[in-house]
C-alpha cells in the first residue's frame, strides 16, 4: 500500500502541475464567474421541478471545477486536466434528457470529437517535454478544434444543443467553445514563432468564419443558427490570434461570450419580437444583394453545410484507420524482437480500429468490448511484466473491466434476448431507469479508463509513457489512439445498455 | 386486332392507375382530419387535438387517438429513423421558414410548392450528402417526371404489388405520416387554411410530404422489408393500461362531480335572493376561471358591486394589428371570423429617440442577422453585460427600465384604436353588439353610475406559449383592445338613443369603462375616461382601492393553491425570464356554470369554474342561450380538452418539457436540434392540473337547450359522447337533469331522451 501511495506521489512530481495568473487567465476566471453566476441563477428557477435537475446541478458544478482549473492553468498538463473535465461534463449534459435517443447518439458524437482531439493535445504536452516546439505547436492547434468546433471539427456543434438551454448556454454560448481559443491564446508562444503555424492559424479561423457565416445564414431554428454564428465568431477570434492581436482577441472572448449567453437564455422570447417592424428592419439590404447574387446551387449545398457531416465522419474514420496502418507497419519495421508482444497488440488495435471504422456491419457490440478489453489487458501485461509495482496498475484495470462486465450483464440478457425475437436493431435498451446502481458503477469503472487525468487509465498511460518513450515513439502514439478508441467505445457500449427509452 | 388488344391493355391500365388513385385519395381522405391540429405558434389557441375523435365514445375515442399518437407497439430500426429523419425535416423546415433564416434571395426556389422544392433540392444537392442521398439522386430522371400523387401511386405498386389488399399499405402510409405527425399535421393544417402562415404563404400538400416520406423510405430500407413493424402484443396491452388509467380518472371525476353536486343543491336551497337596490358599480368580467376567485373577492369586499361574467371578446368580432406589428391578430374566438380591422395606436406621439431606442436593442437582440456581429461583440459587450446583471439580479428595475425606455408592456391607458377603411361598425351594429352582451347578462334595468368592462390577459416573459395565457375568447390576446372598444360603442351618444328605443335605458349619468387585469402579475388598470363627473370619478377611485385589495388577496389564494411561495412577488414572476411556470394558467379548471351570479355566488370553486353570466327570465325564445353557449362553450370544452390531453396522456398529446425547446421556421416548438414539431402544451404547463373533464351546469329552460345543442354537430358530439358533460338546472323548480349517462348515475335521474344513448 505504503509503495502504491509513493508511486503515485512520484506520479504527481513527475509532471508539474500547478497554477498562475496573468492578465489573461484572471480576465477569464472574471468572466467564468460571472457566466456561472447567471446561468445558475437562471438555471434555479428554470429547473425546477425537472426529471433529473440534481443531475445537472453536479454536471454543473462539475464543468465550474473544470474550467477553472484550466483557467488558471501553469503549464499543458494542468489544462488538460480541466479540458478533460470540460469534455466529460459536456458529453453527459448533451445526454441530458437519458430517454431521447437522438440526445445519446449526438452526445456520442461530441464524444468521439473530443476525444480525437484530446489525443492531439496529449501528443502536444509528450513533443512540447521533448522540445519540438513546431511539431507540438501543431499538435496543439490541432488539439483545440474540436472544443472551439473549427472546421474540420464543428459538425457535433448544432448536434449539441439537446440537452436543457442552461446547459447550452454555458458550453456551447460561452466558456467551453472558448477554451480552444483560451488554449491557443494562453500557451502562444507554443506555436506563435513558426509563420507556418500562424498560416495555418489564420486559414481554418477564416474559413470556419465564413463557414459558419453561410451556413448560419440558412438554418430555420434558433438554437442551430446561434451555433453557426458562435463558429464564425470564434473562427475570427482565430485569425485575430494568428495576426498577434491577443489582447484584442481576449476582448472578443469576453464580448463574443457574454453576446451568446443573452442571445442564448433569452431564445423564448422570439415570438414576441417575430411579427414587429424593427425584427424584419434589422436584415441588411446589402448583403441581400450579395446573397442573391449566388446561384441557386451554393444556396443548396449551404443549406446542407456544407457537407461538413459526412467529411468529418470520414475523416474520422478513415484518418484514424489509415494513421493506425501506417504506425503500425512503421513499427513493424523498426522494433526488434519480442514477436508475441507486437502481433499481440496489433491485432487487438487492428480489430479495434476495424470495428470503429466499418459501423455498417453492426457488430455486435458487446463482443466489441471484449475485444476492446482485452486489447487493454495485452497493453497491460506487455507494459507492465517486469515491474512488481505496476501490478498494481494491472490488478486495478482488470478490476475495472470486471466492474465493467458485471454492470453490463443484465444488458447482455436483454439483447440476447431480443436477438432471438429479431428485434435488435441497435435499440437502445434503457435500462439505466431500471438499474441505476449497475449504472452508476458502469459511468464510474468507464470513466476509470477513459484516460482523463487522475483515473487508472491515466496512470497506465504514464507507465506506457515511461516504459516505451525510450523504445519507441509511433509505438506509443498507437497505443494512445487504441486507448482512445476504447474510451469511445466503451461509452457507446454503456449507451446502449442504459441509455434510451426503456419501453422501447 | 392488334390494335383492340393494345387498346385495351391502355385502357385497362389507365383504369387500374385511376383506380388506385382513387384508393389512395379516399385514404388520404380518411386519414387528415386525424393528423394532430395545432396551430402554428404565433396564432396558438386552446383545442382539442383529437377532434375527430369526438365522434366516438370517450373511453374508446382516447384510446384509439392515444395509440396512434404514442406509435404504441411500433418499432422502428433506430438507424432508419434518424437517417430518415436527418434528411426530411431540414427540407420541409426550410420550406416553411417564416422568416426566421436570414438567407431570404433564394425563397424564389420555393414557389413551386413542396414537391418542386424537393426536385430543386435534389438537383442542386451534391451525391457526397451521403449514401442515400447518391441513390436519391441518380434515379432522380425516374421519378422526377411524375407529380408526387403518381410518384406514390407507382412506388405502393412497386412495393406491395398490388392496392387491393388495403391494410399493408394503408399501415405503411399511416406509419410514414405519423413518424413526424407534429409536421405532418401542420402540412395539412397549412394546407387546409392558407391564413394560419404568419408571414410567408406558400403553397403545400400533404400529398407533396407523403411523397417525399415515401420516397426517402425506400431509397433508405431494401425493397421487400419494412423499417416499421407492429407488436400486436405490446399495443394491446398498452390499450388496456390507458382503459386502467381513464377508469382511475373517471373514479376521480366520480367523486369531484358527486361534490360539486352537493354543494350547487345546498347552495340552490339558499341563495335564491335578487337585489334590490342598485348597485354601485357593475363590472363585467369574461369567463375565464382565473376570473372568478377574483370575482368572490372582490364581491366580499364590496358587496355593493355586482360582477357578470361574458364572452371576453365582449362581442367584438375585430382583427387587430397591435402597436409596432406587422400583421393582423384576431382578437375574437377562434370559430368567429373577424369582420372588421383596426390598427392600435398610442396616444402620444412617439419621438424619434423611443423609436431610435428600440431599434437599437431590437438589434443588439438580433445580432445574428448582420456581419457586423463581431463588430458589436467587440465595441458593445457593455449591453450584454448590463442586461445579463439587471435581468439576473434586480427585476423591480429590469420592469422599471422596461417601462420607460422601450414601452414595454404598453400602458393601456396610452393606446387607441382606429378602424381601418370599410371595416368600421355601423351604428346598427354597435348597438347590437352592446344590446347582446347586456341582455345575455339580465342586466335591463338598474344600471350603476360605472361599469366596468374588465378585459384579461398575461404578461410573462421568455415564454414561446405567450398566447395560451391570454384570453381564450380573444384566441389568446388581451381582451383589453375589445373592452376599449365596447366602452366606446356603449358610451355613444347615438347607440344610447337606439339602445333606449329597444327598451334599454341606460341613464346618462352611466358611463363604461374600460379596464385590464393581468393575469400574471395580478396588476390591474383601469382607463379613465376625459367625460366622467365627480361622482363617477369617486366611485372609480374606490373601485381602484377594492380592485387593489381583492387582487392582492387573489394572488394569496392563488399562490397557496398552487404551492408557490407567498413570500414571491407575482410582478416579479411575470417578469422573471427563468421562470417556466409564471403562471398556471387554466390549471385545475373543471366546469363551467351558465346562469346568475347567485346560483354560484356562495360557493367555493377555487378557481375551477368558468362563470358565464346568463338569465332565463328576460329570454323567451332561446336567443340569450344561444348567444352564450355558442360562443362559450366550445371554448371551455377546447380549453378543458386541451390540458386533459396533456395531463393524461404527455407522451401522446403533450409537448414534453420547455427546457430543450428549439424554436424552428417561425411556426412552432421542437425538442433539442432536430426532431417532430411538438404539439399540445408543455409539461412544466399542466404538472398541477388534475385531468377531469368540463362538467357544465346551464340554468335554463329545457327546450331551449335541447335544440341549441342539437343545432350544433360538435355540441352534440362531445355530449352525446360524454366528452364533457352537461347538467341542466330548471329555473322553476331548481331540479337538476343530466345529459350524460354518468352524471345520470350521480342523480339517480333518468337521462334526458334526446341524448339517452344505450350502454356501451
Not at chain 1, 453490463?408 to 440478457?413: E, G, K, N
Not at chain 2, 346618462?508 to 388598470?525: L, P, Q, R, V, Y
Request: charged residues 20%.
Amino acid at each position: 500500500m505504503l509503495e502504491f501511495l509513493n508511486t503515485i506521489q512520484d506520479l504527481f512530481h513527475h509532471y508539474e502541475y500547478g497554477f498562475s495568473f496573468s492578465p489573461f487567465s484572471v480576465t477569464f476566471g472574471i468572466l467564468i464567474l460571472f457566466t456561472l453566476s447567471v446561468v445558475g441563477k437562471f438555471s434555479k428557477n428554470y429547473l425546477k421541478g425537472e426529471v433529473g435537475a440534481p443531475r445537472f446541478w453536479v454536471l454543473f458544478t462539475f464543468f465550474a471545477f473544470g474550467i477553472l482549473i484550466s483557467c488558471f492553468a501553469k503549464n499543458l498538463t494542468t489544462f488538460y486536466v480541466g479540458w478533460e473535465m470540460v469534455g466529460l461534463a459536456s458529453y453527459f449534459l448533451i445526454g441530458f434528457y437519458q430517454t431521447n435517443a437522438r440526445s445519446t447518439e449526438n452526445s456520442m458524437i461530441a464524444l468521439a470529437n473530443y476525444k480525437i482531439c484530446d489525443l492531439f493535445f496529449v501528443m502536444a504536452i509528450l513533443l512540447e517535454e521533448s522540445k519540438l516546439h513546431t511539431a507540438s505547436g501543431f499538435c496543439l492547434i490541432i488539439a483545440t478544434l474540436a472544443k472551439s468546433a473549427q472546421l474540420p471539427f464543428s459538425s457535433w456543434l448544432y448536434r449539441a444543443l439537446e440537452g436543457p438551454t442552461p446547459s447550452s448556454t454555458l458550453f456551447y454560448g460561452g466558456l467551453s467553445l472558448h477554451l480552444g481559443a483560451f488554449a491557443l491564446l494562453q500557451f502562444s508562444p507554443m506555436w506563435d514563432h513558426s509563420v507556418a503555424l500562424r498560416v495555418l492559424v489564420f486559414l481554418i479561423g477564416f474559413s470556419s468564419a465564413i463557414f459558419g457565416f453561410l451556413v448560419g445564414s440558412t438554418r430555420s431554428d434558433l438554437k442551430t443558427a446561434f451555433a453557426f454564428a458562435s463558429i464564425s465568431q470564434v473562427g475570427l477570434i482565430y485569425c485575430e490570434m494568428a495576426l498577434g492581436f491577443y489582447n484584442l482577441a481576449m476582448w472578443h472572448i469576453v464580448g463574443h461570450n457574454l453576446l451568446r449567453t443573452w442571445n442564448y437564455l433569452r431564445g423564448m422570447s422570439f415570438f414576441d419580437e417575430f411579427f414587429k417592424k424593427e425584427y424584419h428592419q434589422q436584415k441588411s439590404i446589402i448583403w441581400d444583394n450579395i446573397f442573391g447574387l449566388l446561384p441557386d446551387s451554393f444556396f443548396i449545398h449551404s443549406l446542407n453545410s456544407f457537407y461538413v457531416d459526412r467529411i468529418s465522419v470520414l475523416l474520422r474514420k478513415w484518418g484514424l484507420l489509415i494513421f493506425t496502418l501506417v504506425a503500425y507497419f512503421s513499427l513493424l519495421i523498426s522494433h526488434e524482437g519480442d514477436l508475441f508482444s507486437i502481433l499481440s497488440l496489433g491485432a487487438g488495435l487492428l480489430l479495434t480500429v476495424l470495428l470503429f471504422v466499418k459501423e455498417r456491419i453492426k457488430p455486435n457490440p458487446f463482443l466489441a468490448g471484449l475485444v476492446l478489453s482485452q486489447t487493454l489487458f495485452l497493453v497491460s501485461i506487455h507494459t507492465f511484466f517486469e515491474d512488481r509495482i505496476e501490478h498494481l496498475y494491472l490488478v486495478i484495470s482488470i478490476m475495472s473491466l470486471i466492474l465493467l462486465m458485471v454492470s453490463l450483464w443484465p444488458a447482455v440478457v436483454i439483447w440476447k434476448k431480443r436477438q432471438s425475437s429479431g428485434f435488435d436493431r441497435h435499440q437502445l435498451l434503457g435500462l439505466s431507469v431500471k438499474l441505476r446502481g449497475r449504472h452508476l458503477v458502469f459511468l464510474v469503472s468507464a470513466i476509470a479508463l477513459t484516460g482523463s487525468p487522475g483515473t487508472f487509465e491515466f496512470f497506465i498511460q504514464e507507465g506506457i509513457l515511461d516504459e516505451l518513450w525510450s523504445k519507441s515513439h509511433l509505438f506509443l502514439v498507437v497505443s494512445m489512439v487504441c486507448l482512445t478508441l476504447n474510451t469511445v467505445h466503451t461509452f457507446k457500449i454503456g449507451q446502449l445498455a442504459f441509455l434510451g427509452d426503456s419501453k422501447n | 386486332m392488334d390494335d383492340n388488344l393494345d387498346q385495351n391493355s391502355i385502357e385497362g391500365c389507365q383504369l387500374k392507375s385511376n383506380k388506385e388513385a382513387f384508393l389512395i385519395n379516399e385514404f388520404l381522405k380518411e386519414l387528415r382530419p386525424q393528423l394532430p391540429i395545432q396551430n402554428p405558434m404565433p396564432f396558438f389557441v386552446h383545442n382539442n387535438p383529437i377532434q375527430y375523435w369526438e365522434k366516438y365514445k370517450f373511453k374508446q375515442g382516447v384510446e384509439s387517438a392515444c395509440l396512434l399518437y404514442e406509435r404504441a407497439g411500433i418499432q422502428i430500426d433506430r438507424n432508419f429513423a434518424r437517417e430518415f429523419e436527418d434528411l426530411v425535416i431540414p427540407i420541409l423546415a426550410s420550406y416553411l421558414d417564416q422568416g426566421m433564416r436570414r438567407w431570404t434571395s433564394h425563397d424564389h426556389l420555393g414557389t413551386t410548392g413542396l414537391w418542386g422544392w424537393f426536385k430543386s433540392f435534389v438537383v442542386y444537392s451534391s451525391s457526397f450528402k451521403s449514401e442515400v442521398f447518391a441513390d436519391i439522386k441518380r434515379d432522380f430522371n425516374l421519378w422526377s417526371e411524375q407529380s408526387s400523387e403518381e410518384y406514390i401511386r407507382t412506388a405502393l405498386v412497386k412495393k406491395f404489388k398490388t392496392l387491393d389488399n388495403t391494410s399493408e399499405w394503408h399501415f405503411y402510409l399511416k406509419s410514414l405520416l405519423f413518424h413526424l405527425k407534429g409536421w405532418s399535421g401542420m402540412v395539412h393544417l397549412f394546407e387546409s387554411n392558407p391564413s394560419l402562415y404568419p408571414l410567408k404563404e406558400k403553397k403545400i400538400s400533404l400529398v407533396d410530404w407523403l411523397a417525399i416520406l415515401v420516397l426517402v423510405e425506400s431509397k433508405l430500407s431494401a425493397v421487400d422489408q419494412l423499417p416499421i413493424e407492429v407488436d400486436p402484443k405490446l399495443r394491446h396491452q398498452r390499450g388496456r393500461e390507458i382503459q386502467l388509467e381513464i377508469a382511475d380518472i373517471k373514479n376521480n371525476e366520480d367523486q369531484f362531480y358527486r361534490t360539486i353536486i352537493t354543494d350547487f343543491r345546498d347552495q340552490i336551497k339558499i341563495n335564491r335572493n335578487l337585489k334590490n337596490q342598485t348597485p354601485v358599480a357593475q363590472i363585467f368580467f369574461c369567463i375565464d376561471d382565473r376570473e372568478e376567485t377574483l370575482r368572490k373577492m372582490i364581491e366580499k369586499i364590496n358587496p355593493q358591486i355586482e360582477t357578470f361574467g361574458t364572452v371576453g371578446f365582449f362581442g367584438i368580432d375585430i382583427a387587430i394589428r397591435s402597436l409596432d406589428q406587422l400583421i393582423f391578430q384576431p382578437f375574437c374566438p377562434p370559430v368567429i371570423q373577424p369582420r372588421k380591422k383596426a390598427t392600435e395606436l398610442t396616444i402620444h406621439q412617439v419621438s424619434r429617440l423611443e423609436n431610435k431606442v428600440k431599434s437599437a436593442v431590437t438589434a443588439f437582440n438580433h445580432t445574428r442577422f448582420t456581419v457586423l456581429e463581431p463588430l458589436i461583440a467587440l465595441l458593445a459587450p457593455f449591453f450584454y453585460l448590463a442586461t445579463l446583471l439587471i435581468r439576473t439580479l434586480n427585476l423591480g428595475f429590469y420592469g422599471w427600465l422596461r417601462n420607460k425606455f422601450l414601452n414595454q408592456p404598453n400602458r393601456i391607458d396610452d393606446l387607441k384604436y382606429e378602424f381601418e377603411d370599410g371595416f368600421s361598425y355601423s351604428l346598427a351594429e354597435k348597438v347590437k353588439i352592446v344590446k347582446d352582451i347586456l341582455k345575455s347578462a339580465g342586466l335591463k334595468e338598474n344600471f350603476s353610475q360605472v361599469i366596468i368592462m374588465m378585459g384579461h390577459g398575461a404578461s410573462t416573459t421568455n415564454n414561446p406559449f405567450q398566447k395560451s395565457y391570454g384570453c381564450g375568447a380573444c384566441s389568446g390576446q388581451s381582451g383589453f383592445a375589445n373592452a376599449k372598444i365596447f366602452c366606446s360603442f356603449a358610451n355613444d351618444v347615438y347607440v344610447r338613443k337606439s339602445l333606449a328605443e329597444l327598451e334599454y335605458h341606460i341613464p346618462e349619468s352611466t358611463m363604461f369603462i374600460a379596464g385590464h387585469h393581468d393575469t400574471c402579475s395580478d396588476e390591474f388598470m383601469l382607463v379613465e375616461d376625459k367625460n366622467m363627473s365627480v361622482s363617477q370619478k369617486t366611485i372609480l377611485n374606490n373601485i381602484r382601492i377594492d380592485l387593489k385589495r381583492s387582487l392582492q388577496k387573489n394572488t394569496e389564494d392563488r399562490f397557496n393553491r398552487f404551492g408557490i411561495d407567498l413570500s414571491e412577488s407575482p410582478v416579479d414572476r411575470s417578469l422573471d425570464w427563468s421562470q417556466p411556470r409564471p403562471e398556471y394558467g387554466h390549471s385545475r379548471v373543471a366546469m363551467a356554470v351558465f346562469g346568475p351570479r347567485w346560483l354560484t355566488g356562495n360557493m367555493n370553486l377555487s378557481g375551477r369554474s368558468f362563470l358565464v353570466s346568463y338569465d332565463p327570465r328576460n329570454d323567451l325564445n332561446g336567443a340569450e342561450l344561444e348567444f352564450v353557449i355558442m360562443n362559450a362553450l366550445p371554448v371551455c370544452a377546447n380549453i378543458n380538452l386541451d390540458y386533459f390531453t396533456s395531463r393524461a396522456f404527455p407522451e401522446a398529446f403533450g409537448s414534453g418539457s420547455k427546457l430543450p425547446m428549439n424554436i424552428v421556421s417561425g411556426i412552432g416548438l421542437m425538442t433539442g436540434s432536430k426532431g417532430d414539431l411538438r404539439i399540445g402544451l408543455a409539461r412544466q404547463m399542466v404538472d398541477r392540473h388534475e385531468a377531469l373533464r368540463l362538467i357544465s351546469f346551464v340554468f335554463c329552460k329545457k327546450e331551449h337547450l335541447v335544440s341549441i345543442i342539437g343545432k350544433s354537430a360538435r355540441l352534440t358530439n362531445l355530449v352525446k359522447n360524454e366528452w364533457i358533460h352537461l347538467v341542466r338546472i330548471d329555473p322553476d323548480d331548481f331540479s337538476m337533469e343530466p345529459f350524460t349517462e354518468h352524471i345520470s348515475v350521480i342523480l339517480n335521474d333518468k337521462l334526458t331522451e334526446e341524448f339517452s344513448v344505450g350502454i356501451s
